[in-house]
């Protein structure tokens, strides 16, 4: 069963991200000072023998003080597709 980062913002359904092929998976929050903006990431890369690499993104939203963000770092064969896909590196 494949890594799995489950992330739960304030009182949401979790995600679960993750896949059995994924090379990276990261899980991030940023603040930055001069926008005065905080941003949650959670996404990962598949790095295959295949000329291209696909970056995979579950979750990306801007934060507000108070919010709550728990991750549970588990495994499991359940996992949420991606919302968003990109192939780097096709010509």
Partial sequence: MPLVFQVQLNDETPIRAGDHAISVLTAMVTYVASNQEI?????????????????????????????RIVLTVTRS????PPAQRTVEGMA
């Avoid at 295959?48 to 579950?58: N, T």
């Avoid at 064969?77 to 949420?80: A, C, L, R, S």
């Fill in 77 to 80: 064969g359940d996992v949420d």
């Fill in 39 to 67: 941003e949650v990431r959670v996404g990962g890369l598949f790095a295959s023998q295949s000329p291209g690499k696909e970056h995979v993104e579950w979750l990306q939203r801007q934060l507000q003080v108070g919010d």
